[in-house]
């Protein structure tokens, strides 16, 4: 359970055009959940990528439990992503081939040179969780809403502090939308993590805590105390 602290976080991909992200306070507390919507443009792929470390902002201060990421040389960067994020994307990133258990645990396996057999374990219990059997079933036989629903149980294999889904739920029919948005909400609480969603998804955004609007790289709306 992290809590995040943005100051004046300014993201500038050329010195001619406005800044694609100009975020002069954010936080979000620890456990605390957070919608952000905006239309194509707003800066919501670059707020992903500047609270995930993925990118480091022009000016600012992204701190997570104090810890500014902003300015961790990118291995430490990746090292802090890897220990403290679980994402959750639109794409789903599943490897084709591999059953669910294996893309569960993938990302482990790239950090454990033998994996530990508690993490074997807790796999098997998010797969149980989120309800999708074991089995060496490939994973592209599965439907899109099963797919999204192995992504929430690797996401959250290393019990990260903070989830970052990315419109977790647009690609999904309206039946695994749901569930997909379920099952986000009642995990990222039961495993008492920050929950930051990228999305559109009325639904998801109303089970939210807070709900703030992007527009041209600012915050335009807040609903809930986000400030
Ligand atoms: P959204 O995800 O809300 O559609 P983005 O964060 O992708 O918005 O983009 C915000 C602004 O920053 C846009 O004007 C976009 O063209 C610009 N931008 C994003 N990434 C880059 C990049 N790597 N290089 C230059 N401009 C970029």
Redesign the pocket.
Known sequence: MLDLRLRDVV?R??DL?????DLPMLEVAAGESLAVT????????????VITGL?RPTEGRVEWQGTDIARLPEAARDTWRARNVGLVMQDFHLFPGLGALENVLLPARFRHLRLPAALRERAADLLERVGIELGARGIETFSRGEMQRVAIARALLPHPGVIIADEPTASLDRDSAAAVCDLLTTLAGEEKATLIA?THDPALSARLARRIT?AG?RCADIDGDAA
């Not at 055009?17 to 992200?21: D, I, Q, R, V």
């Not at 443009?41 to 992903?48: C, L, V, W």
């Open positions: 993201m991909y050329s055009a406005a800044p694609a992200l905006g239309p194509s443009g707003a800066g919501k792929s670059t707020f992903i990528n990118e990228v992007l790289g």
